[in-house]
Nanobody, 119 residues
């Protein structure tokens, strides 16, 4: 079982920055991929950024150049550094972990942290 706890959300003016944290209950080396998703009101949950356990990162086009995902294995924490925030970035941000096994894979989710960007 993997427990994920997100924190760092808040209210920020457009153009500002926030750093989200996702603390895992297990070693990051035991997780194949950790990702940040977000869900805005009335919209589907979307993938924002992901990082593998060999530090390969990917981003959705709308955040490229503004957001950065990173890991601290010693703290068992993954970060999402968000810069140049826009009102469209307003959403609940969720941390997701994927463990792959021979028999398949398992997903784990945190409860989310709210980010609100005002203009």
């Amino acid at each position: 079982q993997v427990e994920l706890v997100e924190y760092g959300g808040g209210l920020v003016q457009a153009g500002g920055s926030l750093r989200l944290s996702c603390a895992a209950s297990v070693s990051l080396a035991s997780i194949n991929v950790i990702a940040w998703y977000r869900q805005a009101p009335g919209k589907l949950r979307e993938l924002v950024a992901s990082i593998t356990n060999d530090d390969s990162a990917n981003y959705t086009d709308s955040v490229k150049g503004r957001f950065a995902i990173s890991r601290d294995t010693g703290k068992k924490t993954v970060y999402l550094h968000m810069n140049s925030l826009k009102p469209v970035d307003t959403a609940v941000y969720y941390c997701n972990a994927v463990r792959r096994f021979i028999s398949g894979s398992r997903n784990y989710w945190g409860r989310g942290t709210q980010v609100a960007v005002f203009s």
